[in-house]
Structures are given as C-alpha cells and as structure tokens.
C-alpha cells in the first residue's frame, strides 16, 4: 500500500504575507504624534521642557541651555526663584514624585556662566527701534527677545542698575548677586542699549519717549505700597517691607529693636523676616492665612521657621499704639476664605480670640500697586493697573505693557513670560503681520500619565533638595538652597517621561504583530496596508507619543 501524500497546511507560504491585506479589518489607526507634556502649558514662559532635558539626559549642556533659553534668558535665576508651577503638573508625580525640573534648571543655568556661554547675536539687524520701560525681569526678557529677533532696543531704567524686583527685592541668600549680574550681563551684551537713571516722570516724558521710537514696552513694576488702617501716621518703628528689603540687599539693614513683627504672608514678607533674622531681630510674623494657604512657597515658609521665625497664622492686625519707645500691637484670630474668580477675599474675626504683644518695630508686606502717573490720559488702566491683554497689548496705538504694572501675578517668571509675548507681538506688528490664531489648525491635547507605558520607567527617588544647615544662614550672602551636583542632575534627567516626545526606541516597530510600522527618516510610518488596528504600538510607547485615530469609511 503506498503512502499518501502529505498535505501542505494551508497557512504554509514559501512566499511574502504582504498578499494578506489585514489593514481592512480596523476601525482605528495608530499615528505618531509631537504633543505637549503638561508641564509645558503649566510653565510661566510656555518652556520646551522635555525637549531641553532630553539634551541634558545625554549631556549635551549646551544644547540644553540654547533651547531652555528660547523662552526664558534666566536659567540659573529662574532655577532659584521659580514657584515652579510646572512640578505640580508633571506627570511623574502620579508615578512616584515630580521631577526636579527648577534644580535641573538650575544646573544648566549655573553650567552656562561657569562656561561664559552666551547668547548667539541677531542674524540680520531690523530698522525698528523699541523702547523698553523698566529693567526688571519683564522688561529685560522683551529687550532679550526683541533684540535677538534683530530689533534696535534701548533700555530705560530708573534706577542706577538693572533687576527690578530680581535686585532689590530678592535677598542674596535666594539669589546670589554674581548669578544676577551674569544673566543680565549676557542679555545687554547681545547689543542692548541701556540707560540707568532716566525715570519716567510725567506723561510728558512718556509721550516723547513714545514719539522717539516705533514701539513701547512699558514694564515699570509695583512700587507704590499698601498701607494698613491700623498703622497710622507718627507710629514709631513703621517701616514699608519693600524698602526694608531694598536697604538690605544694598547691605545697609536700618536698625529696629530687638523685636521685629512682619505683617503679610507672601514670598516678601518671608523674605523681609528673614532678612530681619539675619540682621540679628527677633522676628516674628503675622499673617491673615492659615499656613497652608500662605501664598509664599511651602520650602520658604518651612526654612523661615527653620531660622527661628515665629509665625502667627490666621490672625490679623486690629490695633496698634504706641508704648514707650516701641509699639503695643493687638490683634484676633479670623477665618480666611480666598477670593475666587477674581473677587476679594475675605477675613472673618473670630469671636474672643484677641491677643496683646509688644513690638519694636513693624515691618508691612501685603503688597504694592503701580505708579500709573505718567501714563494717566494716554494709557487705559484697569483697576490699579494698565489694561493689557494676552500679548501685552494696551489697545493705544504702538504701546504693550507687562510684568507687574498690568498684573497681579507677581512672580518673576510670569514676568518673564509676559516680556516674551509682548515682544514677539511687537515683532509681529512692526513687520505688518497680524497676529497668529491660537485656534488654527489641530493642536494635540496634553499627554495624560495614562498614555505613558509606565512600565518601562522604574521608580526612582526624586533629587533631594540640597540646603545649608540653619546654623550656617547668619551670613545674609549665602544662598541657603543648594545646587545639584552633575551626578543628580544626570540621575534626574533620565527620571523624565518625555512626554507626548517620540525617543526614537522602536516599541512600536518590536511589537507590531503586523510589521505595520517602519522606520522611515528621523520618524515612523504605519503601513494602512497592513495595520488591524489593534493598538499594541500605542500601549507600549514609553513617552504617549502615539495615539489611536479613529477612520470613518
């Protein structure tokens, strides 16, 4: 009996599968998208996060700082002071912790003036010329943004040196006067012109700056301050905070007593106490909010009382008289509620809850409002401020304004934010371009953390902050938070998602089970041919910068 023959399976091919259309057989296809991580929209200045630490992760510091500096000329400033609202929106914080992105900052920031890095000079020079009011961080960040664009820009500060608020507001032992000088030495180097000691008097004075040159930027900061009704006139021992800070950080603190009480609860009344600390006072601090509703930083309320500050939270001032050579302050405790969409807040005193103590001294910190009198009649005011919208632009012919004379969000990085969208709509109208839609086009939303394939990432512990000891801060000059050393930073760096960022791993080429994804170029393409849509490629993307899209036949 012969044998039979043995039958081919019929899945057996010696040939190519690409006969199989199986591309027919999905609802969905996967794409390769760029989509911001949340930590870019949180930024004050709309910062490429992801994209400058990428660079760092591999070392290339340089390439870390040109992109970091896109947006923001102050990474070691910023790497400082930053209330870092990007660290809150980071999606490592739903993992394990958010990412050290201010320190990182910082790193690239401190590396860049320890090289003498600085900013590459405008590619070709512009006939324009702008006026910029106002040397602090708005203003030097337009006149930086403004000046690489090839714009002729002449800076106008009162005062005898630039800063702003950066100088004469932030003590050293926050920002260190050597890292200041540095990045605002590298922005006037790129051709600004600068003139200290010119102050905006009058309108008069404005209306022929304004006539001299093609636009203004006014960003002439708060100074005018905040009086409370309890502190009358002829008290002894009453001082404005802002001027407070402003002595020390010349190095001539007034002398006060030996018991000095700060009133306010922001970063300028943390820092006033502190620095009365460091000038040898008994400090103590009066605020209207419960401390974790302070809107001082949580790390600086936390050193001031490190530094032997005594906060009294929930409470206000009622009374104060004078006694002696000093002061006899009453107050009550109240129940604080924040203001909401914009309304007041509110301060309710709580019944037999008063308090009696004495004080030599009383420093004010609860705010500051414009000097709007040169520009009474040309400018539109809002309230107590210039009346400004997204870009900066007041609606009166060739003038922007920014930084704290149009808002109230008094962070040094908001300013800085506000300084570039002014100057790049400034930009825009001196060459005759109408502003860019935000609306045009698709824009992809933020990655969410349930679109990074988190396990690729392993847990790892944020950098620990780095701060000298509490006995070492009597020294008003040295800064009491600490950098990172390279290893840290390093370490951090490869911490990040890069989020909605393609890293170039082939995930989706290894775990296609169609081969329907190829390399093609720098990128992917997905064979339409081929792909079922079963979505595998956008499960194990590590960084969420694949989606599925849906396709109606």
Known sequence: ??????????????????????????????????????????????????????????????????????????????????????????????FDEALSICKLERFVGDTAIAAGWGFVPPAAERPGHVAVVGGGPAGLSAAFQLRRLGWCVTLFEARAELGGLMRHGIPPYRLARDVLDAEIARIVALGVEVRCGAPLSSSTDFE????????????????????????????????????????????????????VVVIGGGSAAIDAARSARRAGHEVTMLALERRPQMPAQREEIEEALEEGIALIDGAMLDTATASGPGLRLEGRRVRFEPGLDGRPFSAVPLAGSGFTFAADAVLTSIGQDPDLTPFDGALPARGALLAADESGATGSAGVWAGGDVASMARFVTQAVGMGKRAALDIHRHLLGETAVSTDAGETEAVVPLAAIASWYH????????????????????????????????????????????????????????????????????????????????????????????????
């Open 1 to 94: 009996m012969s044998a039979l023959p043995v039958a081919v399976p019929p899945i057996w091919t010696t040939g190519s599968t690409e006969v199989f259309k199986t591309g027919t057989w999905r609802a969905a296809l996967p794409r390769h998208i760029q989509a911001p991580s949340p930590c870019h929209p949180a930024c004050p200045v709309n910062g490429d996060i992801a994209e400058w630490i990428a660079l760092a992760r591999q070392r290339d510091w340089r390439g870390a700082f040109d992109v970091l500096t896109r947006h923001n000329p102050f990474p070691a400033i910023a790497g400082r002071i930053c209330h870092h609202p990007c660290e809150a929106a980071c999606n490592r914080a739903g």
């Open 208 to 259: 022929r700056l304004r006539a001299g040159h093609d636009a203004v930027f006014v960003a002439v900061g708060a100074a005018r301050v905040k009086r409370l009704p309890a502190l009358t006139d002829g008290l002894p021992g009453v001082m404005d905070g802002a001027a407070y800070l402003e002595a020390c950080n010349a190095g001539r603190p007034p002398a006060l007593g030996h018991h």
């Open 458 to 553: 392993p847990k790892a512990p944020r950098a620990a902050a780095q701060v000298r000891l509490p006995s070492e801060r009597h020294r008003a000059a040295l800064e009491v938070q600490l950098g990172l050393e390279i290893e840290q930073a390093l370490a951090e760096a490869e911490r990040c998602f890069s989020c909605g960022t393609c890293i170039h791993c082939d995930n989706c080429v290894i775990y296609c089970p169609d081969m329907a994804v190829r390399r093609a170029g720098d990128g992917y393409e997905v064979l339409a041919d081929y792909c079922k849509g079963c979505g595998l490629c956008v499960r194990e993307c590590p960084t969420g910068s694949m989606k599925m899209v849906e396709e109606r036949r």
